[in-house]
């Protein structure tokens, strides 16, 4: 029993998360608010989404820089068409199928010749920020039908990452792609020798994560109505924070897509638990530090506690 | 697998090509023709696409050369290298709104000495040897403006929430301190503190400002500093079903306030046409060149009444509400 509790790695959020919303729900009315709320869930919808996918990444030993960047390219192109006439889940699919060569490009890039990929991710950070910025002209897309924005409203973004966190946590169990993405991430010669086509489960893995970005591209557009070359600028740290504070083993192998949900609820509640006790902007920076510092010497115990066995 | 990857290199490269063919590609007109050039802070945003409008306009206008430059990051040092370039080619005038108002003052000298004449706008370098400064009345200004046009929305009373974008943005602070002065005039009004910084990001305006609502319920008016925020908190309040109860005042553009402001979400903005300015800059300029200096006082066709004094050349900014938004097509 002890030992299970110890393994779990994503113990230490949980008990954070848990911890944090009993406290805010019991001593703070303007959490429990129906519009406070709904705001942090819509938050943590779209971080979670993203951080889903950059678990999948992560899990295989990469990283995946350029999540926000594919995030405002897919949703720029849905606006656009949207504002071109297009009816909206059509320009959503094809946000979607956006984001998902978006990804394909990052698999392709990293698997072919090997390249690192923290470097190519942050190549294509600046060339989908920079692509959407050209042909954009740094226009808005603002003129969005109230079915469409519907989607960023109310409770959307929460259930969307509820199903995917879901389907993703029961996936990378039950089927074969999920053992084989942790297993290329475990010992990836080891994997290349049990017959595994590690390139292939890469390119799927960073595919998925454009695909998520792209889809918490098409909620953060609606609920702000508006979709705009610089939304979500600056989001992929948050998002590797949140993967992090969930217990994802940065060098991959280890962690879980539930680990990284609740991260990213984490880190979207202590923020709007700041705001609301009136904490100056400027200081959130500390505590969210903190928390990464701490999620970092939490992993430490666990690790050296595992090689004492 | 390997030809997909050659074909997607290959577009890349391609489209890589354009765009670099595309950008060396503006024409050079004789030698002859009068050259004056604008160098604004940073490349990309929708505000310096606006500006270049006004600077092409100016173009046809005048029928002189209008170039305009901008590097691809907002820093001086880049600045200082196109203001450089210019002065190998001679350029008659140069334009500047630059990144950082005492880094930028060495290379104003130089150029000034190399004989072409050197002003600022949109933002200033006061202890350079620019020759005017053109702006659309001045930050602090606007800042007053915003919050008079909301006090009296309001009635001069209740809680007013400011909010603004990064904490070290000058010209934002500056904003700031014109709302702070304004609201100083108003017993009945309430600043609430601390104020929101959402560093430009629409998502962080919206629920920040979702839960600024929350924290303090009875906010009764937000005034805006930067421009993703008015559209954000107008979204905020929409979705809050708060239209018309919540006074809302900021700084814009109209293309991304313009469904607010019909709604009401959004009770109005202060602001200037950049197009106009840029235009406006280069007709002043162009006068210059030809020993014509600015008047105060003067009344100018499709700009307004502008003031010139110490140097600083203003022309009148403009309230956009629900009744008028449509006139202005940025």
Known sequence: MRRALRDARELPAVVLLVAAALWLLLSKPSFRSPGNLAVVGQDAGMLGLMACGETLVILTGGIDLSVASALAMSACLCGALIMAGTPWPAAAIAAIGLGLLAGWVNGALVTWRRLPPILVTLATLLLFRGITNILTGAAPYNLLPEAYKAIGRGGWPMLALVVVASVLSIGIGRSRFGRHLVASGGNESAARLSGIGVPSVLRRAYALSGMLAASAGLLMAAANGNAQWTLADGWELDVIAAVVIGGVRLTGGQGSVFGATVGALIIVILRNALFLSGVPTEQYGLVTGGVIVAAALSERWRSTAADRR | ?330
Request: proline residues 4%; contains cysteine; hydrophobic residues 45%.
């Open chain 2, 1 to 330: 697998m390997i030809h997909y990857f050659r074909l997607i290199a290959l577009s890349i490269a391609v489209m890589t090509m354009t765009l670099l063919i595309a950008s060396c590609a503006q024409e050079q007109p004789g030698d002859k023709t009068r050259r004056i050039a604008f160098v604004f802070k940073v490349d990309g945003l929708l505000y310096s696409e606006v500006c270049k409008q006004g600077a092409e306009q100016a173009a046809k206008d005048l029928g002189i050369r209008v170039d305009y430059l901008a590097p691809d990051k907002a820093e001086v040092g880049k600045q200082i290298a196109i203001i450089e370039q210019l002065i190998a080619e001679k350029a008659d005038a140069i334009i500047v709104s630059p990144n950082d108002a005492d880094a930028i003052v060495p290379v104003i000298a130089k150029a000034m000495d190399a004989g072409i004449k050197v002003f600022t706008w949109d933002s200033d370098a006061p202890k350079s040897q620019r020759i005017f400064y053109v702006a659309a009345a001045d930050d602090v200004q606007i800042g007053v403006d915003i919050a008079d046009a909301l006090a009296k929305q309001i009635n001069g009373k209740g809680k007013v929430q400011i909010v603004s974008g990064g904490r070290g943005a000058a010209n934002l602070n500056l904003h700031v301190t014109g709302m702070e002065k304004a609201f100083a005039k108003y017993r009945g009004i309430t600043l609430v503190k601390p104020y929101i910084y959402n560093d430009d990001d629409n998502q962080k305006a919206r629920s920040m400002a979702v839960a600024a609502l929350q924290k303090d319920p009875d906010i009764v008016g937000f005034a805006c500093a930067n421009s993703p925020s008015a559209p954000a908190v107008g979204e905020a309040i929409t979705s809050l079903k708060k239209i018309g109860k919540i006074g809302v005042w900021g700084l814009a553009l109209p293309s991304e306030t313009r469904s607010y402001l019909k709604s009401g979400a959004v009770s109005g903005l202060m602001l200037w046409d950049p197009a106009k300015l840029t235009a406006f800059t280069a007709r002043a300029v162009n006068d210059y060149l030809d020993g014509k200096q600015p008047t105060d006082g003067a009344e100018v066709e499709g700009v307004g009444k502008i003031t010139y004094k110490n140097g600083v050349l203003l022309i009148p900014g403009a309230t956009i509400t629900k009744n008028n938004v449509d006139q202005f097509d940025f």
